[in-house]
């Protein structure tokens, strides 16, 4: 009978370790980089801690080649912004009402792809991840859906920081600790 007791006693431990740990979130760690300075502009990006290359590079690298024509539709917007400044004619917004996400390109140039970005002000443009669009919406994308949540994410931190003055946007620049994390 004690073995009994002892025996449930350790299922009923396991049951709240498991239940305990299934609460814990984990952290991602990046840092906010700066990708290129322009005279009105500049771009940022996300490298993940463990990452040889950003979030943009990784989307570059990933498409350059199967969809030059779409990634051609996307520079020209990004050289547009250089010059324009961030302003929402360039893109169409993603995401909720309440943060920053926006995609490219716009509505008035047609690509299959998408690139998914924080507008931070009318001078900082951070730039994230995205793919193939072969679904309506972002959200119905598995891939493309992780990629907005993840900026979403990264643009409640943001101004969640900015709010306690520990980064601070300045014209084109952001600054403070850019090292950054948010939870999985």
């Known amino acids: 009978m004690l073995k009994k007791l002892q025996d449930i006693a350790t299922i009923k431990s396991s049951i709240t370790f498991v239940k305990l740990n299934s609460k814990v979130k984990s952290r991602i760690y990046f840092e906010i980089e700066l990708l290129e300075e322009y005279e009105k502009v500049n771009f940022y990006s996300i490298r993940f801690d463990g990452e040889s290359d950003t979030e943009f590079e990784k989307f570059l690298l990933a498409f350059k080649d199967s969809h030059p024509d779409d990634i051609a539709v996307i520079m020209y917007r990004l050289d547009r912004i250089t010059q324009d400044g961030v302003f929402p004619r360039h893109f169409r917004y993603a995401g909720k009402m309440k943060d920053r996400t926006a995609e490219l390109p716009n509505n008035f140039d047609t690509a299959n792809l998408r690139l998914y970005c924080l507008c931070i002000s009318p001078q900082i443009l951070l730039l994230g991840n995205g793919g ?10 598995p891939y493309l859906d992780k990629c907005v949540t993840t900026l979403q994410k990264i643009d409640s931190v943001l101004n969640h920081k900015e709010i306690k003055s520990e980064i601070t946007v300045s014209g084109k620049t952001l600054s403070g600790d850019l090292s950054l994390y948010i939870t999985d």
């Open 132 to 141: 193939l669009k072969t679904t309506k919406t972002y959200n119905e994308d």
